[in-house]
């Protein structure tokens, strides 16, 4: 305080009483530095993911993630015995995808929007986790390029049907996704959890249980991850009175899962049996040594890079034999855990009766953060195994891994990226979307069921309000004829690209026959044609 003469009044300095309660942006400014870079890292590979998906754009696709649409749409009024429902029952009990998808069907409307965000949920969870569980095992730098890995591989770009799909993952509302997200997530708890203790320990390992069984929620093959829960503790040196930690969660979850079940279904174990009853004569061919060469198959045979998968699971298997880490052994465990099953149940055990499809590339999303886990972890600790004299001489960690890194990144982005040929995003259906809008007087649209049930998103607008009222009347693309009763209206048309078989055993609409065009999309991947005068005679 400073000193006065007398006569002379005090000037108090301002001060700061420590009670005052800290302005907002102050607090606000000390949150986010409290924030772990951990964190930010997480929203930024999820901003990302979001991003993706916006860019490539896939419209809301049919079948399978149609009918859980519907589902949701209808839950818990969801007729399982009925159609579409009956022939897809395992894809509506799922209720860790249908629940999310009716709340935010309830708070965005019925529209293109909701789907998206359901969609986009799931790919934040899938790749936020992978860059989190490899991150807990192997740092930041390891987390951030297994993103990336996957961002960019040509199994989450190339999804839409409309140009060239592999398989359907970023931007489709299917359970892969966001079953192999969840797992990862609750994986990723796990392993902080094996370094901490006391209460944090307990807090992480609840979140585990939880996320590991809404995993189930949303894919139940996932379940066989599970099995081995006390050998992924002991791996990571937690007590093993501690699997009654993480197990009590994952009984809580599966309680209220047989509530609902019961309540809304009449059978506690409705998900379970329709899951098992999921499967049959499959469409394609199937060999026991086919089966057995499933994971192979799925990441070559529908593309090239995918093979970069095999080698991960290689360098795995070579960098736990030379440096004996539990890290890596960890994650051996986690994928052949999963790879036994799903190999077994493909057809080895009977080809006339396949469970899962493990040829197909989607089935293996779960495993496919452990892989990349396991390939850069490899890298880091065989490097970190040369004598530093030698590392010094060479410049192993200062020049040669940088160039190396650079060089083997750079060609995989530039490869990936190639690997997509044009993107036809959504321009087609906005078009049609807008075109609908302005030809009220268009009453009746027939087209192939797939186009039908995507139609159904663009006779509304982004939030679900319609804006189309038309009549849409659907037949089955596998018919060896378009039936008459299609031919009273203007058909909806495109050229199946991608692994759709087409329309009616390659039926087109010609000119030559007295069919008009009325409309065709920019990028003319939809077209609607007028049929012939008489046509449905």
């Known amino acids: ?22 302005r907002p942006l102050a607090r606000a400014l000390r949150r986010v530095r409290r924030t772990r870079r951990a964190v930010w890292l997480a929203l930024l590979v999820a901003a990302c993911a979001v991003l993706a998906q916006w860019v490539i754009m ?53 529209g293109q929007a909701a789907y998206f965000v359901i969609a986009a949920l799931g790919g934040c969870a899938f790749f936020a986790g992978t860059y989190l569980v490899v991150r807990s095992l192997f740092g930041d730098l390891a987390g951030l390029a297994s993103a990336l890995v996957l961002l960019i591989n040509p199994f ?3 999804t839409n049907p409309f140009g060239h799909d592999i398989t359907w993952s970023t931007g489709v509302m299917l359970p892969d996704m966001p079953g192999a997200g969840l797992f990862t997530l609750g994986m990723a708890a796990l392993i902080v959890a094996g370094r901490r203790t006391g209460r944090a320990q307990t807090r992480y390992l609840v979140a585990a249980g939880l996320l590991m069984a809404s995993a189930f929620l949303v894919r139940e093959f996932l379940a066989f991850l599970f099995l081995p829960i006390p050998v992924y503790l002991w791996l990571l040196r937690i007590p093993w009175r501690r699997n009654i930690t993480i197990g009590v969660p994952m009984v809580a979850v599966l309680a209220v899962n047989l509530v609902h079940n019961a309540v809304v279904w009449g059978d506690p174990l409705a998900g379970l049996l329709s899951a098992a009853e999921h499967g049959g004569q499959s469409r394609d061919y199937v060999t026991r040594e086919l089966a057995l060469r499933s ?39 986690w994928f052949f855990t999963l790879a036994l099953p799903l190999t077994v149940l493909s057809g080895v055990l009977d080809p006339n009766s396949i469970s899962l ?20 972890g490899s890298l880091i600790l065989m ?10 001489r060479l410049r192993v960690r200062t020049v040669i891994a940088p160039v190396l890194a650079v060089a083997l990144g750079g060609t995989y982005a530039v490869s990936a990226v190639r690997a997509v040929p044009d993107l036809p995003r959504d321009t087609a259906w906005n078009e049609l979307r807008g075109y609908l809008g302005d030809h009220g007087d268009i009453r009746l649209i027939c ?33 060896p004829q378009i039936p008459r009763n299609a031919l009273e209206g203007p058909m909806l048309f ?42 449905a005679d």
């Not at 305080?1 to 800290?22: F, I, L, N």
């Not at 589902?71 to 395992?90: I, K, N, S």
């Not at 797939?450 to 009549?471: C, K, S, V």
Request: charged share 20%.
């Open 58 to 110: 896939t419209p809301p696709l049919y079948f399978d993630p149609y009918y859980v649409w519907l589902g949701a749409r209808d839950w818990p009024d969801v007729p399982l015995t009925q159609w579409p429902f009956d022939e897809v029952p395992h894809q509506v009990t799922r209720i860790g995808l249908v629940l999310p998808a009716r709340l935010v069907q309830d708070v965005l409307g019925p």
């Open 447 to 479: 087209a192939d069921r797939r186009l039908a049930q995507t139609l159904t998103f663009y006779t509304r607008d982004m939030w679900g309000d319609p804006i189309w009222n038309g009549e849409i009347r659907d037949f089955p693309h596998y018919m």
């Open 156 to 158: 989450f770009t190339m």
């Open 383 to 392: 490097a970190r195994m040369l004598p530093d004299g030698l590392a010094r």
């Open 494 to 535: 495109t050229r199946w690209r991608g692994q759709e078989s087409p329309i009616a055993a390659g039926w087109r609409p010609a000119p030559a026959q007295g069919w008009t065009l009325m409309w065709h999309s920019s990028d003319n991947v939809l077209q609607l044609w007028n049929p012939p005068p008489g046509a």
């Open 1 to 22: 305080m400073a000193q006065t003469t007398a006569g002379e009044p005090s000037v108090k300095e301002p001060t700061t009483r420590r009670d005052e309660p800290p």
């Open 295 to 333: 994971f192979l198959r799925a990441m070559h045979d529908w593309q090239p890079l995918g093979t970069v998968f095999v080698g991960l699971l290689v360098l795995t298997a070579v960098g736990c034999a030379v440096t004996r880490d539990r890290r890596l052994a960890l994650v051996l465990v």
């Open 357 to 376: 499809r493990a040829w197909l590339p989607r089935y293996w999303f779960a495993v496919l953060p452990a892989l990349l886990a396991g390939g850069f």
